[in-house]
């Protein structure tokens, strides 16, 4: 199959659109200073200069130093790319910006919990893809179920569209989180 | 300083040490409650210098005024909510044009904030995206390195506006003072040397190159004096013709041999015609702007393109180049003229010639000439007979307004060294002038420093003429009056079928009884043989002066590219078919401003 790099398609149940010809789908790490506003500056950035994002999260990540990790999912063509990054990199508080798609192997991971409400039969097969995705319980009632879920943000979309017809109430994702392979770090 | 026994002292008076520590000398503000403290400071010294505008956002152009004839920042204080909010247009001004800038605002108490307290505004949320960066100072031993922090910020890398909001608690606590010295940002440093191999590189395409063109910008005149000389060098050097932006006018001098004039929507048809067919563009400090490109698919299709800029983000952003050159203007050229000149700085003179002739005939068009009157002042008439008194006068400042007499002066008026033309270009701000003024003078005091306005703009922010009196600042301001909103005039005109749609200008003041009012000194003008008298009059007198230059009401301002048409479809005043105007201005590039 040919299939173009940060794309999703290789997903059979690709909750995320197309992309537009000519753009791609990056995954940009960011390092900041934990500071108030960082977050609102960042998204202030892509509201501002219309650039899309399809997935962001923060969390600090090095107390000590004060420091956060913003993961980015961006959509846009190359040459606009790389102005968010360009942007990004001139922002007093970044340190250093890194495109996880294109600068080296990295793994990605998202967490879900998703709920469904449904029984009998439906109860039983929500079950079984339960142990197929090697999702957790973590609530059940009579009625319904709670699963947690963590993987590529594309095997997610899988889980959540074959539990949408066995009685899916409700979704929550965390966004991705995402790193280099190998010994290296920021 | 008002040190207290255990080597503290207040966040008041430490602002007012962090400025003198960072060499600042004027400050443009206005009082209010939550800057107080700031002001009972500036009263006890006499080292800085305290401008009282009659508008926070005359404070801000004035200290772009300030910063743009000086190369140092502009510092601006205001008080919290609406000073803040009067300061913003002032901010998004001097970030569009790389202007250095640092903002000091009151905020309310750290106690307060967030509870709709009397003037509090969310300054900091407010200014975000017009500010390079921003800060809340919440702790008084945080302010004076975030002050000095703030003065790198705005100063290196692509200038720009930066703010510090103080609340009132932060200014009357005690904190221990920070220098200059201890006060680095680990984060931000931008890179000023460029990458030598691509300079080579650039030397290599200079040495082939058969029809060249230097297309420099404001980011010239922010590397500072040297980096103009440099320029000056390189362009003698290889004999390739240059034209600049409107920012960047005076970087290379008007007089110059290789001078083509200004490129861009209202620029020489010599210099857009050179960017259209050339082989290798060189952009110096430039950022491809719209008004320059028109439109991106037919702009300069068969060029090389260099770029030197100190901003990655500068970089294909708007069109794709061959050697980005990431560093400060005035580094890069001294090695590129390093490298340049050890291979012999050779060029293909051959070539180069007959580029030259081909140029001679785009020159020949006379692309700024008009048809004169002896009846009516026709506005190029008049900003020609202006720039012929200051050019005989010497030593002059000029700042404009936005609009036709906008382009007009950046046509008619020559430059002959960086620093000495301030204009609003990104933003484009009516009132930007008359306070700009304000700010060139008192950093200029014996300079002649010359407003060139539009009636309309110059109502914009006029109350500054006020500030101007009580300061003794002989500024000129020079109106070309057309009662009308001529630029958007024109534009109806040609773009809207003529209709004028609150595009006129009814009710305006007796201009000379306005100055008279202010204090200063009022002349009008309505015959093209009075002029000179009238100019020399004004330059003379040794006050402010609002000279009311009655013009020609529906002049046109030509060349003119068309929005979101290409450097090829300029029209020419000599263009008088309406057909053909119609004809190059269709409804697509009715969407692009
Ligand atoms: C009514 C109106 C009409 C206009 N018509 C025209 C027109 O016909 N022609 C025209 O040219 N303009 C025109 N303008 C102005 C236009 O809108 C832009 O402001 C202008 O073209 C931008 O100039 P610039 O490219 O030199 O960039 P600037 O805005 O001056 O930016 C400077 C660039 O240099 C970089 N830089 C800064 N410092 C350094 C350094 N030390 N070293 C290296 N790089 C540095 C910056 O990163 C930036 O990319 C008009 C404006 C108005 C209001
Ligand atoms: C603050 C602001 N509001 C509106 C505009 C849009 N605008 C651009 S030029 C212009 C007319 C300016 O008229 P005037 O100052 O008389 O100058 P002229 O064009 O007649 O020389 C207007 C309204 C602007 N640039 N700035």
Redesign the pocket.
Known sequence: MDLKRGSSSQSAYNLRSALPEGEERRTLSVLVDNESGVLARVIGLFSGRGYNIESLTVAETDHTGHLSRITVVATGTPMVIEQIKAQLERMVPVHRVRDLTVESPSVQRELALVKVANTGEQRVESLRLKDAFRAQVVDASLKSFVFELTGDPEKIDAFVDLLRPLGLVDVSRTGVAAISRGPDGM | MVDNKNGTMTGAAMVIKALTDQGVDTVFGYPGGAVLPIYDELFKQNQIRHVLVRHEQGATHAAEGYARSTGKPGVVLVTSGPGATNAV?GMQDALMDSIPMVVLTGQVPTFMIGNDAFQEADTVGITRPCTKHNWLVKDTDALSKTIHEAFYVATTGRPGPVLIDIPKDVQFADGVYTSPRNAKIKTYEPRVKGDLTQIQQAVELIREAKQPVFYTGGGVINSGPQASQLLRELVAATGFPITSTLMGLGAYPASGESWLGMLGMHGSYEANLAMHDCDLMICIGARFDDRITGRLDAFSPNSKKIHIDIDPSSINKNIRVDVPIVGDVGHVLEDMLRIFRSGGAKTDAAAIADWWKVIETWRAVDCFSYKNSDEVIK?QYAVQRLADALVKHGDYYVTT????????AAQYIPFEAPNRWMT?GG?????YGLPAAVGVQMAHPKSLVVDV????????NMQEMSTAVQYRLPVKVF????????????WQELLHGERYSS?Y?EALPDFVKLAEAFGGKGIQCSQPGDLDEAIAEMIAYDGPVIFDCLVEKHEN?FPMIPSGKAHNEMLLSSDVDPEKIANAIKSDGAVMV
């Open positions: 247009t506005p307004e936005v609009g036709q007499h906008q382009m007009w609003s933003l484009g701000t009516m009132g306005a539009g009636e309309a703009s110059f109502l914009m109106i070309l009056n057309n009662e009308r909103l001529g630029m958007v005039r024109q595009s200008s301002c």
